[in-house]
Nanobody, 127 residues
Framework: VQLQASGGGLVQAGGSLRLSCAAS????????MGWFRQAPGKEREFVAA????????YYADSVKGRFTISRDNAKNTVYLQLNSLKPEDTAVYYC?????????????????????WGQGTLVTVSS
């Protein structure tokens, strides 16, 4: 599946953004989807993941309570709502798709478990 992320931009601390990741192909609805981010000079880190039907979600502790992952399988799109943004949230955000029919569990936090990646969208939070 091909992924196209969008929605990044420049926002002040405390502000909000909504990222979108549109998937092509007919296999979106049977894939766990994840969001990761990479700040300058740092390794890529897990942000959030969501099960096929959107019932189960996982979040990194650093974003829990501020970010919300969701999906619309009819639109082949996964979203990441970013609220109460902090300067340390500044990063390139990537969406990713896991192999088909993978049941979500703790593995969803590992970037190596995803085999399709979008190109990334830059989020910059000013203080």
């Amino acid at each position: 599946v091909q992924l196209q992320a969008s929605g990044g931009g420049l926002v002040q601390a405390g502000g909000s953004l909504r990222l979108s990741c549109a998937a092509s192909g007919r296999t979106f609805s049977d894939r766990v989807m994840g969001w990761f981010r990479q700040a300058p000079g740092k390794e890529r880190e897990f942000v959030a993941a969501i099960s096929w039907r959107g019932v189960i979600t996982y979040y990194a502790d650093s974003v829990k309570g501020r970010f919300t992952i969701s999906r619309d399988n009819a639109k082949n799109t996964v979203y990441l709502q970013l609220n109460s943004l902090k300067p340390e949230d500044t990063a390139v955000y990537y969406c990713a798709a896991a192999p088909r029919y993978s049941e979500i569990s703790g593995w969803a936090r590992a970037s190596t478990m995803y085999n399709d990646w979008g190109q990334g969208t830059l989020v910059t939070v000013s203080s």
